[in-house]
């Protein structure tokens, strides 16, 4: 009976180790809600049970399948790590042809919307690479958080002096931090036209204290990832292009499930693209989303890619240490090894 169970345990460990980490939710998921409050910690804790289990069996399954080309095994991963971006690009793309539908938006307007959207967020990219006169460091700001702030934004060639970086007067129950940009243009009754020129861009910080450094580089990390993408210059052109052609105030956008869907998409991406970027930033990320939601926006299906990130840097490291360690026959030998040693 116990190499029934046993036999059974590691089937089951097996399937769910072998379904690749992939784009799409894994079956094993189906049964945990979504967009839950009091149950969140409890639906992350199971969510972080199963991906161990699916870990180690997918560890053994590159193991065996890979075990002549290691480098296989991880070009296997760096795909699966790109198909997640590949994703969550899709979904701003879909979100932004949602406000198209909705509002019934002539073709040559949205395209001249997009245009512009593209036009300045290339300029200000190039402005950020060099320190701009009127950017500022509020004093008021810890050091260890511009410290991991300016670390950050030197990784992702932004100068630290580009933008600036202020501590709100009170603090803010359901923001912790918020990258703030504008725009250039003029409006007038016949045409609005958008400038491609920078504005000083700007990160706020509203929580007063935060003793865990891991959760500070999440958090400065998702404000960064918000400027590379210029997510709040997509928002802001947008806004201008649907009062100036059709009336739609900021506010009834703001209201607009449309609307909503598109900074729903980019908060994904401010996490999820930081974590691609760098496994230390992926295992932050994933500590802080396993015990605190987003309200409205970032819930357990966002913590299960952000863990799915982390378990593939994870599993890439291994790899490439067994690689340099001789491959699958010496990295055994050595455990083995070790094993006896302790013994």
Known sequence: MKKLILLFSASIGLLIGLQAFSTTIPWYMKDIPHMTHHLYPENCATIKYRQHIRTFFRRIHSLIVHRNNIDSAIQEIDA???????????????ALQKIKEKYDLDNHIWSQCLDDIKRV??????????????????????QE??????????????????I?????????????????????????????????????????????????????????????????????ITRRIIKLYLRHYYTISADILNGCDAFNRLIKAQEQQAEIFAALRDPHV??????????????????EKHYYYLSTIDMLWKLRTYLISVKDH??????????????????
């Open 282 to 299: 992926a295992h932050c990320m994933a500590l802080k989303r396993k015990c605190k939601y987003y309200p409205n926006y970032l819930y």
């Open 145 to 162: 958080i511009k410290n991991i702030l300016c670390d950050l934004l030197k990784q992702n060639d932004i100068h630290p002096l580009s």
């Open 326 to 343: 001789g491959g699958i026959v010496d990295d055994a030998k050595m455990r083995c090894k070790k094993l006896l040693n302790f013994i």
């Open 121 to 142: 967020k290339q300029h200000n990219l190039t402005s950020l690479k060099s320190s701009q006169q009127n950017a500022s460091h509020d004093e008021n700001v810890s």
């Open 80 to 94: 699966e790590l790109e198909a997640i971006r590949a994703k969550f690009i899709n979904k701003e793309k879909k």
């Open 164 to 232: 600036s970086v202020t501590m709100a007067d009170s603090e803010n129950n359901a923001l912790e931090a918020e990258a703030v940009g504008s725009v250039v243009y003029t409006d007038d009754q016949e045409t609005l036209i958008i400038y491609p020129r920078y504005v000083i861009q700007e990160i706020t910080f509203w929580m007063k204290n935060c003793t865990n450094s891991e959760e500070l580089l999440a958090i400065c990390a998702h404000e960064v990832e918000h400027i590379l993408q210029q997510h709040m």
